[in-house]
């Protein structure tokens, strides 16, 4: 075989690993996690038990960032029986630096249920969209939350 006739049959090989390599970077560093909800033991509401319409608090106790991304987080309430309730997107507020953040909370409202779903052990769950290049509008960075077990009760009339 000659030398040009080589080279015809390693040029596609090449172009084939340099697209493997450039994909493997975009998803392995680029593409790379924003934050991480650590212990999910350290994930909880503060009280784990409330009425409807009270004011309770979501407590983050373990969150590591490694990027800082913008971002929103979408949540979902499976109540004890009933459908599940899609609930109002927020954004998320980004630290300063990466690295261990102290324990935080934030003020969260137990909605109210409906005919259709029975007061009792409830489930919050839901992911973080975080778009850290402009590409990433496309196709965001999803990060999972724990699950979250609240008590609900229903408020009497």
């Known amino acids: 075989m000659t030398r040009a006739g080589l080279n015809g049959k ?9 697209i ?9 560093v680029l593409r790379a996690d924003v934050v991480t909800y650590g212990d999910p033991t350290k994930t909880y509401f503060q009280p784990a038990s409330a009425t409807e319409g009270d004011q309770i608090e979501i407590c983050f ?3 590591v960032w490694y ?7 979408i949540t979902r309430l499976t109540p004890a029986k009933g459908s599940r309730m899609d609930l109002e997107a927020y954004t998320i507020s980004t630290p300063a630096k ?3 953040v102290p324990p935080k909370c934030r003020k969260w409202t137990v909605p109210a249920l409906n005919s259709d779903r029975e007061e009792g052990a409830a489930v919050l769950d839901g992911f ?5 290049w ?8 999803v990060m999972t939350m724990p699950p979250l077990k ?4 229903k408020r009497k009339p």
């Open 128 to 132: 973080a969209e975080f778009e850290c």
């Open 10 to 18: 390693i040029w596609p090989l090449f172009v084939i690993g340099a």
């Open 98 to 100: 990466v690295g261990r």
């Open 61 to 63: 106790d373990d969150l």
């Open 20 to 28: 493997a390599l450039v994909v493997a970077f975009w998803h392995w």
């Open 150 to 153: 609240l008590n609900i009760l």
């Open 134 to 141: 402009p590409i990433d509008h496309w196709s965001p960075i």
């Open 67 to 73: 990027r800082l991304c913008r971002g929103r987080l």
